[in-house]
């Protein structure tokens, strides 16, 4: 961040400018603040460039397909002005250090950094591609480092095949180096979403090893080895090198789907500590500063916009070269269920609150490349991972994660989630319904006789408002339909149907939960949270996360035994791991549990993901598979597993996990506290537990901190 010249703005739109943050080909990145004291990003172009229409258009569609992705692991916009003397947008600002800079400054990241790097990277692209769009520059100057997770940034070519109108016949856009062989060739496949996921590859083997697939040389040699050359993998860790070069395969329908991807990447997060100590002191540093500039104001909100609309069919070929198969047009006006152009205004739904994002300048040169003539892009969104969605160790879960880190406004990126039915309407509605058997369930129903217990506020509003991380199968995560479903989400609308009001969900990153819940944007939070004195006074791993909270014990989570269909083995419960072969989840509790005294030594063997863990007891690689229990029973309940596993023995070493409430919020507390005893009572509670495959997990009756 560098102090303002006498030559720059002290103002753009309506944001005081205090800093810049970073200039490039196209323009400037200044730090702004708002009225109330929010921190942005603004971006503008280039006096030269605000001249020319062509690019004004260019501008304008890249605000209009920034405002269209939404997610945590991207940067939506704010405001724009694309047709003020000299056009901007802004963007909530977060902390940030481009993985350009990091990887410059302190050289390649670990193993494990990378690892979370390239699951957020592959949600933000499903994000994306569930638009009917193609990032087509995603590189690392485009990519940042923030305390909560990476973010993608910069739409400014994401139409430029799209629109052939704006795009000079011969001229394919991109970062040699990045960007995948069909961007290159004179005759070739389309530019699909496969490109992105090329791309990835490319951002992976920088991330690892400091440089990049076809190392370092003059753009036209970059080129040159694109199309002709195999990239260059060495250096890269076991798993790394061949999720790599999976992604850098020549041809785009022999790179894996994003869903596949997703599997073998695992669940984004945790982020709580992910990065290496110089990016973090840098992160600190930039967030010393923006209090110094600002002040700080008041809490971030989080974004209401629909959750990215994952398509339904995990099996489709992602990438289709067939325009009849592609299911966006490329117009952009057609994404979304919108109708005419996309607005520059806003997006074809309300946005009452924004998000926390982050800008960083590209200092990087697009390529300009003559090939033949533009086509329009095509790209059939990619599924999520089939169910069960990858799931996080048990630490996820009982583990003591730090707060919201160095984020500015001090929240967590959040949006709102949305029913999950066909079509994205975006008409709101208490959760996002859906269920294993196709049910749905949600809004406000009965129970209005019980709202006077509520406090006033909410029944003012009618609404409650709750925080969850969606990335918990079978708790609650993005289903093959879009939709966010589990038995949170269940349970929720069964709580607001007897409260007599709507349960809305607003997604979170697990670590900003609590702060958001102690910021006062959510009003309780339900994300298999296990109920401990730490969390409690306001603490977890040694970090502050508020004035602390009650916990409203609704579900056990513990460790399960996974084995084949049959037992051949003759698993019954722990004490028979002795001399077994064990599969477990690198880093998690599991592997804690199968190494404390008296485990007879098993033989253990570790994955990223429980998809893998489950696959190697059903090829029969381990003998017995340990993770955590709800997950595990999901997997046999839905069959995912090819109906060739089941589970033995009970729980093992279960824990209470409760509906976060503010101390402060007795009266709510109580309300759903009695809500739920209510639904334990008439069996609403089991159905929707045997409903998930959960039934192990049940509590008998709701307390709160576990009834002291």
């Known amino acids: 961040m560098r102090p303002l010249s006498k030559h720059d703005p002290r103002q753009i739109g309506p944001f005081r400018i205090t800093g810049l943050l970073g200039g490039g080909g196209m323009g400037r990145v200044y730090l702004g603040h708002s009225a109330d004291g929010r921190a942005v990003a603004v971006k503008t172009a280039r006096s030269e460039l605000a001249d020319d229409q062509g690019f004004r258009t260019r501008f304008a569609r890249e605000v209009a397909a920034a405002r269209r992705v939404s997610g945590p692991f991207v940067t939506p916009v704010v405001d724009a002005a694309p047709h003020d003397d000299v056009p901007w947008m802004a963007t909530d600002y977060v902390p940030g250090v481009s993985l350009t800079d990091a990887v410059r400054d302190g050289g390649p990241l670990p193993g494990p950094t990378v690892r979370l790097l390239t699951a957020g990277l592959l949600h933000a692209l499903a994000a994306v591609h569930a638009q009917g769009l193609v990032h087509r520059d995603l590189k690392p100057s485009n990519i940042l480092l923030t305390a909560e997770g990476p973010r993608v940034i910069d739409f400014g070519i994401a139409y430029s095949a799209a629109e052939t109108a704006l795009t000079a016949t011969g001229t394919a856009l991109g970062t040699p180096g990045f960007m995948a062989p069909e961007q290159l060739t004179m005759s070739g496949p389309e530019v699909t979403g496969a490109a992105d996921v090329f791309a990835l590859g490319g951002v992976i083997v920088f991330a690892a090893t400091g440089g990049g697939p076809y190392g370092s040389a003059d753009p036209q040699v970059l080129m040159y080895r694109t199309v002709h050359e195999e990239p260059r993998l060495d250096g890269l860790p076991d798993g790394l090198r061949e999720l790599a070069a999976d992604c850098l395969a020549r041809e785009p329908g022999q790179r894996p789907a994003l869903p596949v991807l997703m599997n073998r990447a695992g669940t984004p997060g945790p982020y709580a500590d992910w990065l290496p100590e110089p990016v973090s002191v840098r992160l600190r540093e930039l967030s010393e500063e923006l209090d110094r500039l600002s002040g700080r104001g008041g809490p971030t909100r989080p974004l209401r916009l629909p959750a990215a609309p994952y398509p339904s069919d995990p099996s489709a070929a992602p990438y289709s070269s067939d325009p009849s198969a592609a299911p966006y047009s490329s117009d952009p006006s057609a994404a979304s269920g919108t109708s005419g ?64 880190g160095a984020v500015a406004g001090g929240g967590a990126l959040g949006w709102t989630l949305w029913t999950g039915g066909t079509g994205n309407t ?97 009003d309780l939070v339900m994300s298999a949270m296990t109920d401990t004195r730490d969390r409690q006074e306001g603490r977890t791993g040694g970090t502050g996360t508020g004035r602390g909270v009650d916990m409203i014990d609704y579900f056990d989570i513990g460790l399960g035994l996974l084995v084949r269909k049959g037992n051949p083995e003759g698993v019954e419960g722990p004490d028979d791991l002795s001399g077994r072969t064990v599969a477990v989840e690198r880093g998690g509790l599991a592997r804690d549990y199968v190494g404390e005294t008296g485990r007879g030594n098993p033989k253990v063997r570790e994955f990223d993901t429980v998809n893998e863990l489950c696959e190697d007891v059903r090829a029969g690689r381990s003998e017995v598979g340990l993770a955590d229990f709800p997950v595990l029973a999901h997997t046999v309940a839905t069959g995912t597993g090819g109906g060739a596993l089941e589970l033995v023995g009970g729980q093992l070493d279960p824990a209470p996990c409760g509906i976060a409430v503010a101390k402060s919020e007795t009266d709510l507390r109580d309300a759903v506290r009695e809500a739920l005893d209510r639904i334990i009572a008439n069996g609403e509670y089991a159905k929707i537990l045997k409903r998930w495959g959960v039934e192990q997990g049940a509590v008998r009756r709701a307390v709160v901190n576990g009834g002291k």
Do not use: C, H, W
Request: a positive charge; aromatic letters at 4%.
């Open 426 to 522: 975006g008409s709101r509605t208490g959760g996002t319904g859906g269920s294993p058997d196709g049910s749905k369930s949600g809004g406000k129903s009965g129970g209005g006789a019980r709202t006077a217990a509520l406090p006033k506020g909410i029944r003012d509003k009618g609404v409650v408002t709750v925080g969850l991380d969606p990335t918990y199968a079978p708790m609650g995560y993005i289903d093959t339909s879009g939709g966010t479903v589990g038995v949170d989400i269940d349970l929720g609308n069964a709580l607001g149907r007897e409260l007599g009001v709507r349960f809305e969900f607003e997604s979170a990153t697990f670590d900003g939960l609590l702060a958001g819940l102690d910021a006062g944007r959510f």
């Open 341 to 404: 152009p996309v607005g520059l205004s806003g997006t074809s739904g309300p946005v009452d609150a924004v998000p926390t994002a982050a800008v960083q300048a590209d200092a990087v040169p697009t390529a300009f490349v003559t090939k033949g003539p533009a086509a329009p892009t095509r790209v059939q969104a990619p599924a999520p991972a089939p169910t069960p969605a990858p799931a996080p160790s048990r630490r996820r879960v009982l583990a003591a994660l730090a707060g919201a």
